[in-house]
């Protein structure tokens, strides 16, 4: 570019040098080229015939060129090997359009295998912590026996009272309620075990009769405690798919774990309605509600707020999860002295409509 802008007007006698600079120049590209592609052949041989026909045709404009010097000016076309270098390049971009559709190949063929790869190592994953889970149920099943027996014990030494002081009876006292508490440990853990092992039998099911097969089912117990228990349901079904069982254990830790703070005379209100394509379940107890500083943590694992120290603290973390397996959603309203309040948001099963048949429709 500098040499035809700045040395060939002031030096017209170095044109003809120039040019063959500029011969030589296209020659030597055109014998690296086909070096290039005989080098290259081995290993993408469309790639290389593609490159051997461009230089092929670049080198006979060349030879075109060369024959036809100082014989043939073209006024209003292009040179010889001006055409030669378009094909050329033309050429070079099939090459290129080969190499990324190759490249796109690779990237797919990577991607399949990764996915492969990932399969099976989430497969392992997922055995060794199906065979974890077994072991921790199978291992808190086997520890009730022995912790049942020891409770046993405890109370028959407590109930025959031969020569026991104050202070042996107190010690008596203290591990019957460390047994208790090893007891409902290992009672979670083997539930909180058994249902991750446990396929969940999810199907359709109308949430308001369940809700009200378990009011039935728990009145006289709830009402014998001293406390009223409500139940208010919609009008029209609210047809949900879930797991009976599973959810019937949501309702069990949610009303039981009401009972436990709520008053004599005191109310739990189990109560259910539609909004949009949503049920809403509220559980809503009169007790003595929770604070604000416990109220962030009261679904996190082994968090309990019971001042006596009982409970494991698994309650509502597992009614949280199982929530979540039904792709709902569970929020808590509480202030103390004024009751708490549960929500649960489960998606309803949308109406299957009927097609129309247009061949029995008349005019």
């Known amino acids: 570019?500098?040499?035809?802008?700045?040395?060939?007007?002031?030096?017209?006698?170095?044109?003809?040098?120039?040019?063959?600079?500029?011969?030589?120049?296209?020659?030597?590209?055109?014998?690296?080229?086909?070096?290039?592609?005989?080098?290259?052949?081995?290993?993408?041989?469309a790639h290389a015939t593609f490159l051997l026909c461009g230089i092929g045709i670049y080198s006979i404009s060349l030879a075109a060129h060369v024959i036809t010097l100082n014989r043939f000016e073209p006024a209003r076309t292009c040179w010889q090997d001006e055409y030669g270098t378009f094909l050329l390049v033309?050429?070079?971009?099939?090459?290129?359009?080969?190499?990324?559709?190759?490249?796109?190949?690779?990237?797919?063929?990577?991607?399949y295998h990764l996915q492969e790869e990932v399969a099976e190592k989430t497969k392992s994953l997922s055995a060794v912590l199906e065979e974890r889970r077994q072991f921790l149920a199978g291992a808190a099943h086997d520890l009730k026996t022995p912790m049942t027996s020891l409770k046993t014990f405890i109370q028959l030494i407590e109930d025959g009272g031969v020569g026991l002081d104050q202070e042996t009876r107190g010690y008596l006292q203290f591990l019957h309620r460390k047994a208790d508490e090893m007891q409902d440990r290992l009672e979670w853990i083997h539930t909180f075990a058994i249902q991750d092992v446990s396929p969940h039998n999810m199907h359709e099911l109308d949430l308001s009769v369940l809700l009200r097969d378990f009011h039935e089912m728990n009145l006289p117990d709830l009402e014998t405690s001293g406390v009223n228990f409500l139940l208010k349901l919609p009008d029209v079904p609210c047809r949900i798919c879930g797991d009976e069982q599973r959810l019937l254990q949501v309702l069990q830790n949610l009303v039981y774990n009401a009972l436990s703070f709520t008053p004599m005379d005191g109310t739990i209100t189990l109560?259910?309605?539609?909004?949009?394509?949503?049920?809403?379940?509220?559980?809503?107890?009169?007790?003595?509600?929770?604070?604000?500083?416990?109220?962030?943590?009261?679904?996190?694992?082994?968090?309990?707020?019971?001042?006596?120290?009982?409970?494991?603290?698994?309650?509502?973390?597992?009614?949280?999860?199982?929530?979540?397996?039904?792709?709902?959603?569970?929020?808590?309203?509480?202030?103390?002295?004024?009751?708490?309040?549960?929500?649960?948001?489960?998606?309803?099963?949308?109406?299957k409509t009927d097609p129309i048949d247009f061949k029995s429709t008349g005019p």
């Open 90 to 111: 033309i050429f070079f971009a099939i090459i290129m359009s080969l190499r990324m559709f190759a490249l796109m190949r690779e990237n797919i063929q990577l991607t």
């Open 1 to 45: 570019i500098l040499i035809p802008l700045f040395i060939l007007p002031f030096f017209p006698a170095f044109t003809p040098v120039y040019g063959q600079i500029i011969f030589w120049y296209k020659l030597l590209t055109a014998l690296f080229l086909t070096g290039l592609a005989l080098y290259g052949g081995l290993k993408h041989l």
């Open 271 to 351: 109560a259910l309605k539609i909004t949009g394509e949503t049920a809403v379940l509220t559980v809503a107890d009169t007790g003595q509600g929770i604070t604000p500083e416990d109220l962030p943590r009261i679904f996190d694992r082994f968090f309990t707020h019971r001042e006596s120290g009982g409970g494991t603290g698994l309650g509502l973390y597992l009614v949280k999860t199982i929530i979540q397996e039904h792709a709902g959603a569970i929020t808590v309203e509480s202030e103390p002295g004024a009751g708490t309040c549960f929500h649960i948001c489960l998606p309803l099963v949308r109406e």
